[in-house]
């Protein structure tokens, strides 16, 4: 059994992104995880600001809200992480950029816990779920390259994405393409998911699936 962590980063309780956000829990628990979905903003309320001005004596972070609550006891120790946002102008909710942003401060060399902070950081599989209106293919890529580069700088896998196309409250329901199945098997199939990423040095056989027909 491992651990998931779903963050949900819209202002709103009931909207599109919480929805697609809520079936990756319950897929998470259906495989035999534990999984916890929390907000966003019930955690974070300052965007980041100058370390170099504002930690504390012993390297800490001083902004008073919940941040460091969600990523410590939270984040850290989550095997997989499912982050879910609204397409806002193209990109991420502005609660889950200040969430990916604050992270840093944990793991910079002037945090007095940063070595640790940072190898927990790295090997989590990464899931990522996004709620649109507008449908077209190109929309949502500046979200998924974020997170992409997020994983890569961070050695994690980023194993997933699923887009839900609507706008009024639960319009992703009635998205024909059946996001909120394909949320529940990112949740449920978040550790067993392939995950390639090739490089030149990389040993490749000649067929991806061991049980490819010849």
Same mark, same amino acid.
């Given at each position: ?11 709103? +309780?009931?909207?599109?992104?919480? *929805?697609?956000?809520?079936? @990756? *829990? ?5 495989? =035999? ?11 974070? +309320? ?19 809200? *919940? ?21 806002? /102008?193209?990109?991420?909710? =502005? $609660? ?11 793991? @910079? ?38 997170? $992409?580069?997020?994983? &890569? ?16 409250? =639960? ?13 529940? &098997?990112? =949740? ?15 040993? +490749? *056989?000649?067929?991806? /699936? ?5």
């Amino acid at each position: 059994m491992k651990s998931v962590l779903i963050l949900a980063s819209s202002p709103r +309780r009931d909207g599109n992104s919480y *929805r697609l956000a809520n079936a @990756a *829990r319950r897929g998470a628990q259906e495989a =035999g995880n534990t999984a916890e979905l929390l907000f966003v903003d019930d955690y974070v +309320r300052h965007f980041l600001r100058d370390c170099r001005q504002c930690r504390g004596k012993e390297g800490e972070c001083t902004l008073e809200d *919940r941040f460091s609550e969600l990523f410590l006891e939270h984040y850290l120790p989550a095997d997989g992480i499912i982050f879910a946002t609204p397409l806002y /102008w193209y990109g991420m909710s =502005g $609660q889950l950029k200040t969430f990916l942003d604050r992270s840093f401060c944990y793991y @910079a060399a002037s945090h007095s816990n940063s070595a640790e902070n940072a190898s927990r950081m790295a090997h989590k599989k990464i899931g990522l779920t996004i709620s649109s209106e507008e449908s077209y293919p190109a929309a949502p890529l500046g979200v998924v390259h974020s997170i $992409q580069e997020f994983c &890569r700088y961070n050695q994690c896998d980023f194993v997933g994405v699923v887009q839900g196309i609507g706008n009024k409250r =639960g319009d992703v329901e009635s998205d024909p393409a059946k996001p909120i199945d394909a949320a529940f &098997r990112l =949740g449920a199939n978040l550790f067993n998911t392939l995950y390639t990423d090739y490089r030149m040095e990389t040993e +490749r *056989r000649g067929s991806v /699936w061991d049980n490819a027909i010849s």
